[in-house]
Nanobody
Framework: VQLQASGGGLVQAGGSLRLSCAAS????????MGWFRQAPGKEREFVAA????????YYTDSVKGRFTISRDNAKNTVYLQMNSLKPEDTAVYYC?????????????????WGQGTLVTVSS
């Protein structure tokens, strides 16, 4: 599976961004997808995950109510809509594919990773 993340940029606090992750190389609807982020000097952390069908989602507490993960299997794309952004959301955001599709928060359980897209939130 090849993953290409896009949509990052510079936004003011309170603003919104939508990240996209385009997948190729395997039947997209057969894999679970997740978003992770890594801030400078910090460990990579889980943000959100979505099941193969899109019927189940899971979020880390810090983004609940502000971020929404979704997918369009017809377009082989997963999205992360980010609203009410805060400076602490600043990070490189990565999409990842989980062949077992168990909706996991554990980075090591994901099999393929995109290259990352930088989100910078100014105060």
């Amino acid at each position: 599976v090849q993953l290409q993340a896009s949509g990052g940029g510079l936004v003011q606090a309170g603003g919104s961004l939508r990240l996209s992750c385009a997948a190729s190389g395997r039947t997209f609807s057969s894999v679970g997808m997740g978003w992770f982020r890594q801030a400078p000097g910090k460990e990579r952390e889980f943000v959100a995950a979505i099941s193969r069908s899109g019927g189940m989602t899971y979020y880390t507490d810090s983004v609940k109510g502000r971020f929404t993960i979704s997918r369009d299997n017809a377009k082989n794309t997963v999205y992360l809509q980010m609203n009410s952004l805060k400076p602490e959301d600043t990070a490189v955001y990565y999409c990842a594919a989980d062949l077992s599709s168990v909706l996991t928060v554990v980075a090591s359980r994901y099999d393929y990773w995109g290259q990352g897209t930088l989100v910078t939130v100014s105060s």
